[in-house]
């Protein structure tokens, strides 16, 4: 039986630890669900020669410009799994705890970050999960589920008081991932600086971000002029019925430009059909520019 994050699933908070752990268990068995071996460790590999094949080996290391030159069948070979590390960025600021859904932005992220994490240590990627709000964190990579739980305990339950600071963590991960990592960020996007250190990791990482979204910041709004306040910055503004609650509709463009993978999620919809067949279009996480 498969589950849904918007339809199925409670609040990551109102379980207990034991039950967080099996429902995360089947969300990643889910997620992994008819994915390419190769997920999260296809950039891992490192090629040490082509050599001509042989009956047994495997049509996935055909070396196919080698093969069409010669005229002859090439596999490739590599010497040795060189892991790469996955930085889980979550966001844990007040605008991700907000909702007009039974689940929040905050805990929808909290159960992707969860599967993901725990898919990401099974093909034998260290992962390390990083706050993206007032919380403290570690930023070391582990393979041991174990280290994933602890890392997990503390966010999973939202706060709507909790101030944003999302883009200084990513300004810290950048000198903390000295070598070629996979930085995967949750977040609605309400920090303003995230998107320009998002891009500037982009530059030696390989950078994915899941925009998640409720409904009501979606529509238009009825309620004639108001004065608003954003909830984790403080900054006040004044808009209109007319007028979306937040106009953010370039940041994709912007930041698929800078070389940053996006993605966008809704609450309201199931979120584990189209976040594999993101991972599944791009080969993997790991399996990007590296």
Do not use: N
């Not at 590390?85 to 929040?104: E, F, G, H, K």
């Not at 969860?114 to 990579?141: H, K, Y």
């Not at 984790?232 to 007028?243: D, H, K, L, N």
């Amino acid at each position: 039986m498969r589950l849904s994050i918007h339809e199925d699933l409670p609040p990551p908070g109102q379980l207990a630890h034991g039950d967080f752990e099996m429902v995360v268990r089947r969300l990643a068995d889910d997620l992994a669900f008819g994915t390419d071996a190769s997920l999260f460790v296809g950039a891992g590999l490192e090629y040490a020669q082509s050599r001509l094949y042989q009956s047994g080996d495997s049509i996935r290391q055909m070396d196919w410009r080698l093969t069409a030159r010669t005229g002859k069948p090439f596999v490739k070979e590599y010497e040795a799994l060189k892991r790469t590390d996955v930085y889980l960025v979550v966001d844990t600021s007040a605008s991700m705890a907000i909702s007009s859904r039974r689940l929040s932005k905050h805990d929808v992220a909290i159960w992707i970050a969860a599967a993901v994490g725990l898919v990401a240590q099974r093909r034998l990627s260290p992962v390390a999960l990083v706050g993206g709000g007032e919380r403290t964190t570690r930023f070391v990579p582990s393979l041991l589920a174990s280290d994933l739980w602890r890392a997990l305990e503390p966010l999973r339950v939202s706060d709507c008081a909790e101030g944003t600071a999302l883009g200084e963590r990513l300004a810290r991960l950048g000198p903390r991932a000295r070598r070629r990592s996979v930085i995967l960020a949750l977040t609605d996007l309400h920090d303003p600086s995230a998107p320009k250190q998002l891009r500037q990791l982009a530059q030696r990482h390989d950078v994915v971000v899941i925009q998640i979204e409720d409904s009501a910041e979606l529509g238009v709004l009825r309620s004639g002029f108001f004065r608003g306040e954003e909830a984790e910055t403080g900054s006040r503004f004044i808009s209109s019925s007319r007028a979306h609650l937040a106009d953010r509709s370039g940041l994709p463009r912007d930041l698929v430009r800078g070389g940053v993978a996006h993605l966008r999620l809704r609450t309201d919809e199931p979120v584990l059909p189209p976040l594999r067949r993101f991972l599944g279009d791009r080969g993997g996480l790991g399996g990007g520019r590296a």
